[in-house]
Each structure stands twice: as structure tokens, then as C-alpha cells.
């Protein structure tokens, strides 16, 4: 006799993702103790950038204007790596030539703030509610998106379900 499990129709990744969130039990990010962000300017050298993210172990660094301050895109250090192997850049460019833009016209952003519930953030990191693509990171500002407060990861996000009791 072989029983049956009931998963109304859930795909596998529903389904951790559930398991996930009984185990947040109302943590935020917050809760996460997220690094603070560390950001390089267009300007400064990739060499520099790769220092400051080896330095704090860090896998993403945002790269923000240096007028404004305004958030520009981010550095993605494993990819960074990948660009320097294949020589697309060398380590004396601008962190200008390796970086990834945010794409600004026609998309609205998720804010993620410190008090952004853990479901969502995950939700974010799989796609989001409006189906766009699966996220590695998330730049979290405070609530109007003035200021960058620091960065969490997938990783970080699964590191916290290990630690946290059953």
C-alpha cells in the first residue's frame, strides 16, 4: 500500500518555500543583522572594489553617484571574477566598466527595508509577486529609498533558516 502525498498542486519550490516561511516566525530583515552596504563610485578601480569586497568577505557591492549619492546598479564580485579571467576588463579599469545597471524606465522596484517581513524578501528573491526574474541580493534602504542600509543575499537568507530552532 503506497500513501499518497497531499500537495495541492504546490510546485517543490512552493513547497520549501512554505517550510521556509513557518520557520521565520515574524523575522524581518532586520532579524537577518545584514552587513552595512559598501559601495565604490564609477570611478574608483576595480582593483579597489575587489579589495574592499575580499577585505569584508562580501559577494555584491553597490556602486552609487558620486554627485548625488543616488544608487546607480551594483557590483557582482563572483561575475567581476568571470570578467577579469576572460580579460573583458583588467584590474586598473572603473568599476563603471564591469558594473550592472539598475534598469530605472518602466520598472517599479520592490523596496526592502529593515522591516521587510522575511516571506517577502524571499517571495523577492524567487521571482516576486509579478513573476519577474529570481534575485541573488537585495539592496536595503530605508523606507523613501534615500539611503542604502546594507545588503542581503539568498545566502543569508538560508544561512538565518539553518540557525534558527526548529
Given amino acids: 500500500m503506497t500513501s499518497k502525498l497531499h500537495t495541492n498542486g504546490a510546485t517543490p519550490a512552493q513547497l520549501k ?49 558620486e554627485d548625488t549619492r543616488a544608487l546607480l546598479g551594483y557590483l557582482n564580485i563572483p561575475r567581476l571574477k ?18 550592472q545597471r539598475f534598469r530605472r524606465r518602466g520598472k517599479v522596484y520592490q523596496i526592502i527595508t529593515m522591516d521587510t517581513p522575511l516571506e517577502e524578501l524571499e517571495e523577492f528573491f524567487n521571482g516576486g ?14 523606507g523613501s529609498r534615500r539611503f542604502v542600509l546594507g545588503v542581503a543575499t539568498r545566502g543569508d ?3 538565518f533558516v539553518k540557525r534558527r530552532p526548529a
Fill in 17 to 65: 518555500s512554505s517550510s521556509w516561511s513557518k520557520k521565520y516566525r515574524g523575522a524581518t530583515v532586520e532579524d537577518l543583522d545584514p552587513p552595512m552596504a559598501l559601495s565604490s563610485k564609477p570611478t574608483d578601480s576595480i582593483s579597489n572594489a575587489l579589495m574592499n569586497a575580499y577585505e569584508r568577505d562580501y559577494t555584491h557591492l553597490t556602486v552609487i553617484s
Fill in 157 to 159: 537568507l538560508e544561512e
Fill in 129 to 142: 509577486a509579478n513573476g519577474s526574474e529570481p534575485q541573488d541580493f537585495a539592496v536595503v534602504t530605508d
Fill in 82 to 99: 568571470q570578467l577579469l579571467k576572460e580579460a573583458s576588463v583588467v584590474d586598473s579599469d572603473p568599476v563603471e566598466k564591469a558594473m
